[in-house]
């Protein structure tokens, strides 16, 4: 005989084609918050989802709930980005420019600077993941500093700033046409991060304490 207590959690579930949608619409805002800021109209993230208005407030009835779930989805994977990249490439280097070219096809440096101060950048759940994060690219550089690879002045808090600065698309252009420029411009930078360096750099090594300082209200 079936188990009844079993039946809530079955009737439960989201089914496959809800959870498409949702990843859809969670898709769709990324690209739209990309391109046109945090305040895009609902019914264009929910035409580009391909699904109905109803769909994207079912899932997401506030806006600062869809911005908190593309965030949370965007950082889960480009996590997932820099572990592979460390367990796949054997060279060190070879593997933060993987992550580097993969982060961008995510939109990960575009589109968290238009995001700020639009959600709760501390709920717990949020600051979990970025910590995840941070985890995962800092061994990336830590591996390719060990092994020479990477100049010893740079730190991951310069890889951040040049996310932030080569991927946001030109007023205008969409971010698929923009990818041909960002991709090339990233590669010229990470030319400059190889050992051994070229040049002597202005100041100090940046890291993700010096952004998170940065990013905090004057007082």
């Keep these: 005989m079936p188990?009844?207590?079993?039946?809530?959690?079955?009737?439960?579930?989201?089914?496959?084609?809800?959870?498409?949608?949702?990843?859809?619409?969670?898709?769709?805002?990324?690209?739209?918050?990309?391109?046109f800021g945090p305040h895009v109209p609902y019914d264009e993230i929910a035409r580009r989802a391909g699904v109905g208005n109803a769909t994207l407030y079912r899932n997401f009835p506030e806006r600062a709930r869809l911005v908190h779930e593309v965030v949370l989805s965007l950082t889960e994977?480009?996590?997932?980005?820099?572990?592979?990249?460390?367990?796949?490439?054997?060279d060190s280097f070879a593997a933060i420019r993987r992550f580097t070219h993969g982060a961008v096809e995510e939109r990960f440096g575009a589109l968290c600077p238009m995001l700020d101060g639009t959600f709760d950048k501390e709920h717990p759940e949020l600051t979990a993941g970025r910590e995840r994060f941070e985890?995962?690219?800092?061994?990336?550089?830590?591996?390719?500093?060990?092994?020479?690879?990477?100049?010893?002045?740079?730190?991951?808090g310069d890889l951040m700033v040049a996310l932030a600065q080569l991927a946001r698309p030109l007023?205008?252009?969409?971010?698929?046409?923009?990818?041909?420029?960002?991709?090339?411009?990233?590669?010229?930078?990470?030319?400059g991060l190889e050992a051994p360096a070229r040049s002597e750099l202005p100041g100090s090594a940046v890291t993700l304490e010096d952004l998170r300082r940065e990013s905090r209200p004057l007082s």
Excluded: I, K, Y
């Design 3 to 35: 188990d009844a207590s079993a039946a809530p959690a079955r009737a439960h579930r989201p089914r496959a084609d809800a959870l498409r949608n949702r990843e859809r619409l969670v898709t769709a805002a990324r690209e739209m918050f990309v391109e």
């Design 77 to 90: 994977r480009v996590t997932a980005l820099a572990d592979r990249a460390a367990e796949e490439e054997a």
């Design 135 to 156: 985890r995962a690219v800092q061994r990336l550089f830590d591996r390719a500093h060990e092994a020479g690879r990477l100049r010893a002045d740079v730190g991951v």
């Design 171 to 191: 007023p205008g252009v969409s971010c698929g046409r923009f990818d041909r420029f960002v991709h090339r411009h990233l590669q010229l930078f990470l030319d």
